[in-house]
Each structure stands twice: as C-alpha cells, then as structure tokens.
C-alpha cells in the first residue's frame, strides 16, 4: 500500500493537484491517528492530504484531535439523527471545536450513512451543523 501511495502522490505532485486518503475503519489501514500519521510519515509527500471522516475512527475524538490539522476537507458523519440534529455517535459540538483549534478553514459535508429515509434525516442532520458552525 505504501508503495503504491507514493506512486500516486508523485504522479500527483507532477500534475500539481492535492490527493486527500480518508480515514477508514472498516477493517483497513488507517483505523486511528497513529495509523494516519504513520503513513504521512512514510509517504512524506505535500501532495498528500486528509479526508477526515468524522465517524470513522475506532477511537473517535482522540484521534480527530490529532489530525485535525492535517484537514482538507471534512465528512461529518451522521448515522442515528436525533429529533434535534444530534447523532449520539458523534459529538460533532466537540469535533467542531478541534477544527477550529486546527484552523480548519475548508468545507464541511454531511455525509449520512442511517436507516431512516434520507428525506428526513439529512435536513435535520444540516440544520443542526449549521447551527454549530454558525455558534
């Protein structure tokens, strides 16, 4: 894997262009910031960037804090959206205030992965990070 991410971010510092690896728990490589920040390490490349996906990390928060900074762009997960807006998975008052102690300055996006119909999660799941960001 790392021999192929260091094929693709220099083809990518080539082309001139910023690559974003999302951090995933579903079983592969990059499950916490340890194994976030090993393969930044090993890759060493500013081509390379994190797509912080606010839900996949196995140790939430902890690992959110510290990489943060390493933010290009933001899922912020939703699963289970409360009648407010909340999801009581991800404390996403909590991840925004890491952010912004990061100086995150790119876009947020919801991403919901729940059973309930899309329809009616999703407006409440925006509503409510709208709420957050404009506090």
């Known amino acids: 894997m790392l021999r192929a991410m260091r094929a693709v971010v220099t083809a990518a510092e080539a082309a001139q262009v910023q690559l974003v690896m999302e951090n ?3 079983g592969g490589f990059v499950q916490t910031a340890d194994d976030v920040l090993a ?3 090993a890759v060493s490349s500013p081509a390379l960037a ?3 996906d606010t ?3 196995v140790d939430g928060l902890a ?3 510290r990489t943060a900074g390493l933010a290009r762009h933001v899922h912020a ?3 289970q959206v409360g009648p407010d807006g909340r999801d009581r998975l991800v404390d996403h008052e909590a991840v925004v205030g ?3 102690q990061a100086g995150y300055q790119g876009c947020l996006s919801v991403e919901y992965e729940g059973e309930e119909p899309p329809e009616s999660a999703v407006p409440r799941a925006v509503a409510h ?3 957050i960001l404009e506090g």
């Open 63 to 65: 690992s959110i804090r």
């Open 77 to 79: 997960k939703f699963r």
């Open 129 to 131: 990070m709208r709420h």
């Open 55 to 57: 839900g996949n990390y």
């Open 98 to 100: 890491e952010l912004r």
């Open 39 to 41: 393969i930044f390490d």
């Open 50 to 52: 994190l797509l912080l």
């Open 24 to 26: 995933h728990n579903h």
